[in-house]
Structures are given as C-alpha cells and as structure tokens.
Nanobody
Framework: VQLQASGGGLVQPGESLRLSCRVSVSIFSLIGMGWYRQAPGKERELVATFTNSGRTNYADSVRGRFTLSRDNAKNTVYLQMNPLEPEDTAVYYC?????????WGQGTLVTVSS
C-alpha cells in the first residue's frame, strides 16, 4: 500500500488549504483512512479519520474548521482546512489502516504564520 500526499504550504492565519492523499488500493479495502499531524516537539496526533463503518472522527481542536471528505472512485481523501490558525502548523501525515497494518504517507508541511 502506497500513499501519495500533497497540498501543504505556507499560509497566513485565517486562510485555507486542502490536503489530498491518494492510496494505491481501493478505499473499500481499508477499515480507515485519514490524517494525523506532528508539530515540532510534540507527539503525532489524530486530526481527522473516517472508518468504513461510516464514522468520521475529528480532533476537538479542528472540529468545525476542518472537513474530511473522500472520492471513492479516485481512492483519495481530502482534508479541507479553514480557517487555519498558527497552532495548526505541523507536518501532516496521511494514514491508511488495513486492519493489520497502518501505512503512512511521506508527510506534508503546513505552516501558518503572518
């Protein structure tokens, strides 16, 4: 399983970004897929994930600002982030869970700064 993530960058507070992550297998073969992030000096944390039972989980810190969506035909998930805050600065990692193994993308840097 391979993950290809894109969409990071440098933005100002209040602006938006959309991250994309394409998985090399059918999304329906996964039990879950989504995004985690790791800020400097901190542990990796969940941002938003969906499960194939239909549930979407968001971190409290992003609920109401970030939206996770998916395109099943493209085996791609998207994370729309708006509005961004300086505290959202981190490396964002795409994650795909087969139920046996957790796969990680290469990470994409999001920097929110004025």
């Amino acid at each position: 399983v391979q993950l290809q993530a894109s969409g990071g960058g440098l933005v100002q507070p209040g602006e938006s970004l959309r991250l994309s992550c394409r998985v090399s297998v059918s999304i329906f073969s996964l039990i879950g897929m989504g995004w985690y992030r790791q800020a400097p000096g901190k542990e990796r944390e969940l941002v938003a994930t969906f499960t194939n039972s239909g549930r979407t989980n968001y971190a409290d810190s992003v609920r109401g600002r970030f939206t996770l969506s998916r395109d099943n035909a493209k085996n791609t998930v998207y994370l729309q982030m708006n509005p961004l805050e300086p505290e959202d600065t981190a490396v964002y990692y795409c994650n795909a869970n087969t139920g046996f193994v957790n796969y990680w993308g290469q990470g994409t840097l999001v920097t929110v700064s004025s």
